[in-house]
């Protein structure tokens, strides 16, 4: 079967195109803009991939080979329902869906059970970390990965495994089209008011989620916050179980996200919780998690007030006071919708820069909050110690500057093209 992803380069997209091609398809794809994701992908061997997504484009790909499975990000629906390739796949009948369907079919046609990380933050390094214990095990695995490490591909599907990994996002309501063998969530917090209007709708969205699974792990505090109560299914974590001081990994939620992972593999890997821990304590990480660019200088996804707050704490962990960081929001309606909690979140940081939020998936009506207009949204203390700044010569030399000094830099970055993330590894690393 020929299946053609549209938004390849994306990091949900992308990996489910490696699985699809490792499963023993032909794959193709297309993106609106070249990436280092684009290259990673073209060494794996899926080299038929155009940028600009046009309907020329893609009636070329399908005349070289018809194309039998059109499978798209929700971002490239939510931008343009009318977008040229789609315009092609209905007058063409090419099948047509979003890659939750594509990736259950998978599943379904190997046999495998779905093992599904969900949750506001701590996905992606949950994610990882099953990921990291399973291979450690030799156990034959399916996964997808939403993000680079030293120690697995970000997607990858291996002959015999009887269970695949997944990080099922909230976004779009993506996660409701699982259901999944095993359910670990990481921490809940309102978040997508796009898709989402209210708290309340935000976490019956988790609470349905959950009854489609065949099995929940889940933080007490996260329990309390949508009304759930342990059963036959659901096994509930103390978010103060004293094992959690006893693991040897820096950072407050890296410790939860291993004592998750622990307590979830108990059954599948035959192994205990303390087992599984010693395992954990050697995991190696994973790209834009507190990833070290060079010496000094760290880059993390963190882009919700709770996901920041981690990061913010890990930093001092390895800064102490000296902790500067550089803050790039990840979309201007987030901003607006965070802006509140953004007041006293840097307070702690020696120094902040603030540079341009990273763009996509927009509210046209809102008002861009440029860099100096999320300074005014801080408390005044933090005020005086934080810059607007550009992604140009003058912030390379001034972080230059602050490396020399001893200084703990910390970049909270969207990642992607054109990216402070992107900028960062072109001038850092």
């Given at each position: 079967?020929?299946?053609f ?32 994701y684009?290259?990673y992908?073209?060494?794996?061997g ?6 600009g ?9 399908h005349?070289?080979q ?6 798209y ?5 939510i931008?343009n329902?009318?977008a040229?390739e789609f315009?092609?796949c209905r007058?063409?009948?090419i ?8 990736l ?6 190997k ?14 390094t949950?994610?990882?970390?099953m ?5 450690q ?5 399916g ?22 990994v ?7 309501r993506n ?7 095993l ?15 209210t708290?309340k709708?935000?976490?019956q969205a988790?609470?349905d ?8 792990l ?11 109560h342990?059963d036959?299914?659901t096994?509930?974590l ?11 990994l820096a950072g407050?939620?890296n ?8 307590s979830a593999?108990?059954?599948?890997t035959?192994?205990?919780?303390e087992d599984i821990?010693?395992i ?5 990480g ?12 760290y ?7 709770e ?9 001092h ?5 000296n ?5 790039e929001?990840?979309?201007n ?7 509140a909690?953004?007041?006293?979140l ?12 990273y763009?996509?998936?927009e509210?046209?009506?809102?008002e861009?909050l440029?860099p ?10 933090t005020?005086?110690?934080?810059q607007s ?14 490396i ?6 910390l970049c909270l ?17």
């Amino acid at each position: 079967m020929h299946i053609f992803f549209s938004g390849i380069g994306g990091t949900g997209i992308g990996p489910l195109a490696l699985v699809a091609r490792q499963a023993g398809h032909t794959v193709s794809g297309s993106d609106k803009q070249d990436s280092s994701y684009i290259h990673y992908l073209k060494n794996q061997g899926i080299s038929q991939i155009t940028i600009g997504q046009s309907k020329s484009a893609i009636a070329q790909t399908h005349k070289a080979q018809p194309i039998d499975w059109y499978v798209y990000s929700s971002a490239v629906a939510i931008e343009n329902p009318n977008a040229p390739e789609f315009q092609f796949c209905r007058e063409q009948a090419i099948k047509m869906s979003k890659r939750d369907e594509l990736l259950n079919t998978i599943i379904a046609g190997k046999g495998m059970k779905l093992l599904a990380v969900a949750g506001t933050h701590g996905k992606t390094t949950t994610t990882a970390m099953m990921i990291w214990v399973l291979k450690q095990l030799g156990m034959p695995i399916g996964y997808i990965l939403p993000a680079k490490s030293s120690f697995a591909e970000m997607g990858a599907y291996e002959y015999g495994a009887g269970y695949f990994v997944y990080e099922c996002d909230e976004f779009d309501r993506n996660f409701l089209h699982f259901s999944p063998e095993l359910s670990l969530i990481t921490g809940i917090a309102w978040d997508h008011p796009d898709i989402y209007a209210t708290q309340k709708d935000y976490n019956q969205a988790f609470v349905d989620f959950m009854k489609q699974s065949s099995r929940v792990l889940l933080w007490q505090s996260d329990a309390d916050r949508v009304g759930t109560h342990p059963d036959e299914k659901t096994h509930i974590l103390s978010d103060t179980d004293k094992k959690l001081q006893l693991i040897n990994l820096a950072g407050e939620v890296n410790r939860k996200d291993a004592f998750l992972v622990a307590s979830a593999l108990t059954n599948i890997t035959a192994r205990s919780v303390e087992d599984i821990l010693k395992i954990l304590e050697k995991f190696p990480g994973v790209s834009r998690r507190f990833e070290q660019i060079t010496q000094g200088v760290y880059s993390d996804y963190a882009h919700t007030p709770e996901k920041i707050r981690g990061a913010l704490q890990l930093g001092h962990e390895v800064g102490g006071d000296n902790l500067v960081v550089v803050y790039e929001g990840l979309h201007n309606t987030r901003q607006h919708f965070i802006r509140a909690d953004l007041t006293h979140l840097f307070e702690d940081v020696k120094k902040l820069y603030i540079v341009p939020s990273y763009l996509a998936r927009e509210d046209t009506s809102l008002e861009l909050l440029t860099p100096d207009k999320l300074r005014l949204a801080l408390s005044d203390p933090t005020q005086t110690k934080t810059q607007s700044a550009q992604l140009n010569a003058d912030l390379k030399m001034t972080l230059s500057q602050h490396i020399e000094h001893g200084d703990t830099v910390l970049c909270l970055s969207a990642g992607g093209g054109g990216s402070l993330d992107e900028w960062l590894r072109q001038n850092f690393s």
